[in-house]
Nanobody, 121 residues
Framework: QVELVESGVGSVQAGWSLRLSCSTR????????MGWFRQSSGKDREEVAT???????TYADAVKGRFSISKDDTNNTLHLQMNSLEPEDTAMYYC???????????????WGQGTQVTVSS
């Protein structure tokens, strides 16, 4: 069973930073594609960033240069460092994983519970 446990919920002001974390089992962390996704009110879930087991990363255009996805090998934890946050970044953020990266969020089989990020102007 693949379990993804997220942490890092927060409400911040525009321009501030926040880090989200997602812990999982070692075999998921070392062999699965993992990523961060978000869904804001009235919109479809969208990909934010993904990382392959060997470390290759991809980012959505909206977050390039501001967000950074990384892995902490000491405790099998995935992070999303979010800098220069904007009100448009307000959403429920989800950690997801699968044996490969998919082109559409709905194709990922394993999801965390979600964590709310609110950015005020």
């Amino acid at each position: 069973q693949v379990e993804l446990v997220e942490s890092g919920v927060g409400s911040v002001q525009a321009g501030w930073s926040l880090r989200l974390s997602c812990s999982t089992r070692e075999y998921v962390y070392t062999t699965y594609c993992m990523g961060w996704f978000r869904q804001s009110s009235g919109k479809d879930r969208e990909e934010v960033a993904t990382i392959l087991p060997e470390g290759t990363t991809t980012y959505a255009d909206a977050v390039k240069g501001r967000f950074s996805i990384s892995k902490d090998d000491t405790n099998n934890t995935l992070h999303l460092q979010m800098n220069s946050l904007e009100p448009e970044d307000t959403a429920m953020y989800y950690c997801a994983a699968d044996y490969r990266c998919w082109s559409k969020p709905d194709m990922y089989r394993y999801w965390g519970q979600g964590t709310q990020v609110t950015v005020s102007s």
